[in-house]
């Protein structure tokens, strides 16, 4: 049993690149106040380094084990305390990895009770949201996937772009679809997106394969102005 659970952490730590002593590097991916401009998006920190941040600044600092959000006034440490609690492994290593992309059927997200329903989120990151525009980050142009929220219906895509076009279908209660073999996946490559008589543009992006890791990947999606992909990473890593 304890062979068994060693086995899996060293799986989980081998998709987030955390596996062993390397070294990782602390990055700002958001920042908010009067001393914002200090600490850009994509910031490298030194560990050992503080912030000093006064009132109204909120940065959010993330390394190999997640991210954590300081708010001033104050002086802050960028290395986190010991006693910091890690974000989850599992999830994490599910948005993050490129080749198990799994098929869904998932019905309406239920809030708890009294409230509203929850907005589901891509499970993955690598997922193209349909509904989503803009810059779209890849890891693997191979495994590329459609994703929708709305899953109660059937719904036909149409995908065009560089002189040529492409359909997509979902069926009901499916929130993945293939991407069309026939539109090439390829690094600055823009595609308009339409169904039910709405429209979104997004442009593809490649990742290097060092992209890897929390950090790797966050600064990598900085760097490309994948900001949707970055806002779901740092939720989701969040601790």
């Keep these: 049993m304890v062979w068994a659970k060693r086995a899996a952490a060293l799986g989980v730590a081998a998709i987030l690149g955390v596996a062993g002593p390397a070294l990782a590097e602390t990055l700002v991916v958001r920042a908010s106040g009067p001393s914002a401009r200090n600490y850009p998006p994509g910031a490298k920190l030194a560990d050992g380094g503080s912030l000093l941040l006064k009132a109204g600044d909120v940065v959010t600092l993330l390394d190999a084990k997640g991210t954590r959000t ?13 006693s910091a609690a890690p974000a ?17 059927r998932t019905g309406a997200v239920r809030g708890a009770l009294g409230e509203a329903p929850a907005v589901a989120k891509r499970p993955n990151l690598w997922l193209v949201d349909i509904a ?27 995908i065009s772009g560089g002189g040529v076009q492409a359909a997509a279908s979902f069926a009901a209660g499916e929130t993945i679809a293939a991407w069309p073999a026939t539109l090439p996946v390829k ?9 039910g008589g709405r429209s979104s543009d997004i442009r593809f992006a490649l990742l290097n394969a060092a992209d890897t890791g929390l950090d790797g990947t966050a600064a990598a999606l900085i760097a490309h102005g994948c900001q949707a992909q970055l806002d779901l990473l740092v939720e989701t890593a969040a601790r």
């Design 88 to 104: 989850s492994n599992v999830t994490l290593a599910a948005l993050l990895d490129t080749k198990r992309v799994r098929r869904a």
């Design 132 to 158: 989503q525009p803009g810059a779209l980050c890849v890891a693997d142009p191979a495994a590329v996937r459609l994703w929708r929220v709305d899953a109660t219906k059937p719904l036909s895509l149409r």
């Design 187 to 195: 690094d600055g490559a823009s595609y308009r997106l339409e169904a």
């Design 70 to 82: 300081l708010r001033g006034p104050g002086r802050f440490g960028v290395t986190a305390a010991a």
